[in-house]
């Protein structure tokens, strides 16, 4: 880390310890919408984008590495751009299978104390100081989430997309999570805690599809994609529909 990232990350945290000098918010948030105007410009052209998240810390060995590979391939010959965190692991993964189909990744980096270098896979890097200004841009661009087991990130995104669904800010927004193990007993801590609580509604639980199946995955996405979302093949570039 350079003199200027270790400034840049104690002025960050000055700025969450609470009210600060008025001009020293300001500046914060000039910053913040420098940031946001550049994910926008960076972004905008990407084409139709799918997410796919997962552990940068699970490497080939994991068997949910040739998941993510498959799906990466599923999405490319599809016709969408694989949107991925950009680091190694399952990201790289989804990533690579999208690059060997012939597909476009983009990689939304967050800049971290410890950084991460961009995988192998991406044809471009879009970097991003605060999170909250990477997720807008997640949804903002994509069509869907695909979430393959990982952390506190991968879960932030879900809940994330979840949150916005349940309280109407989208529509129609797919989640499909892949790993019936790691993701079924989630899911069966919502619907035995929080549906029984009432804290959700059973209805809430339905935006969250389960499945083992890297083609139910994509097939999950494009059809809403291109039904809901009105997304149609141009005769001439088209790929191919999936589900025919």
Known sequence: MTDTDASREEHERRYLRGPQPRGFELVHAARIFREYFHGLRALHFVGPCVTVFGSARLGEDDPAYPLALRIGELLAKAGFTVMTGGG??????????????????????????????????????????????????????????????????????????????????????????????????????????????????????????????PLEAVLRVQSLATIRFGLRYAPVRRRWFLGE
């Open 88 to 213: 190694p692991g399952l990201m790289e993964a989804a990533n690579r299978g999208a690059r060997e189909a012939g597909g476009r990744c983009v990689g939304c980096n967050i800049e971290l104390p410890h950084e991460q270098l961009p995988n192998a896979y991406l044809d471009q890097v879009v970097s991003f100081r605060h999170f909250f200004i990477r997720k807008v841009m997640l949804v903002k661009y994509s069509y869907g989430f695909i979430a393959l087991p990982g952390g506190f990130g991968t879960f932030d995104e879900v809940f994330e997309a979840a949150t916005l669904i349940q309280t109407g800010k989208i529509a129609d927004f797919p989640i499909v999570l892949v790993g019936t193990d790691f993701w079924g007993p989630l899911v069966g801590v919502l619907r035995d805690e929080l549906v029984a609580r009432h804290t959700i509604a059973s209805g809430d639980l339905e935006h969250l599809f389960v499945t083992d199946d």
